[in-house]
């Protein structure tokens, strides 16, 4: 079975803090993992995926295999990093993404 | 590009009635069609997959004959929720994705609709 375990619901730093936004997952075979961000009043949209190994906006996600965590991070969080974050598995039986529960993250000045 | 769109973006019924959603890819031909039902402070779960012209696949525990799925053309997939009851009250988000069914193809979220019912 598939599962998707963001363990916070809510993240809050300070302006120009670290950040990292937990996701565990479980699935017997090779997973595709991604993270999606959803801003305030707007639709998901895709962050970065672990097949692409690019950074986006800042972020970073390396996927590890032996603890099963594609944890994503940044450096220096901005103010306009506040949003939600859902981490994604996609399965090699299909196409369809199972997600996370989410995990809000708020920075503050 | 890969814009999607959801019609109408929030709606009130009463108890018994149906609704139809519209999920529209604007300018990319959607092989496939997805359908999420997000609950508040929940994740998205997926509710179902449809290909053009083909059955939809529902998840388990998705009724198939409350939740019909049409998707007739490459651009247009309606969910319509069938007799509506005040638990059918949700977030309903459709995505798209362009390419061969089963290979990776990044899906195009709409920004969903509110169904609420009375």
């Known amino acids: 079975a598939q599962r998707v375990t963001q363990p916070e619901k809510l993240l809050s730093v300070f302006k120009g803090a670290p950040v990292e936004l937990k996701c565990n997952y479980s699935?017997?075979?090779?997973?595709?993992l991604f993270w999606y961000v959803q801003y305030s009043r707007q639709r998901l949209q895709l962050l970065l995926r672990?097949?692409s190994r690019e950074s986006i906006k800042g972020f970073t996600a390396d996927l590890n295999k032996g603890e099963t965590s594609f944890h994503l991070k940044k450096p220096f969080a901005q103010e306009e990093d506040s949003a939600m974050y859902y981490c994604?598995?996609?399965?090699?039986?299909?196409?369809?993404?199972?997600f996370g529960k989410g995990t809000s993250l708020l920075v503050t000045p | 590009g890969a814009v999607v769109s959801q019609h109408p973006s929030w709606v009130i019924c009463k108890s018994g009635t149906s609704v139809k959603i519209e999920c529209r890819s604007l300018?990319?031909?959607?092989?496939?069609m997805f359908w999420y039902r997000q609950f508040p402070k929940q994740s998205l779960m997926l509710m179902a997959t449809?290909?053009?012209?083909?059955?939809?696949?529902?998840e388990q525990g998705v009724e198939k004959d409350k939740f019909l799925i049409n998707h007739a053309s490459l651009t247009l997939s309606t969910l319509t929720v069938t007799s509506a009851h005040p638990e059918d009250s949700s977030f309903y988000i459709c995505?798209?994705?362009?390419?061969?069914?089963?290979?990776?193809?990044?899906?195009?979220f709409g920004p969903g609709t509110r169904l609420t019912v009375l």
């Open positions: 300018d990319f031909q959607a092989t496939t």
């Open positions: 994604a598995l996609r399965g090699n039986s299909g196409y369809a993404l199972n």
């Open positions: 449809s290909n053009e012209g083909s059955k939809a696949t529902y």
């Open positions: 995505s798209a994705s362009m390419g061969a069914p089963g290979s990776y193809n990044e899906q195009f």
């Open positions: 672990h097949i």
């Open positions: 699935y017997s075979g090779s997973p595709e």
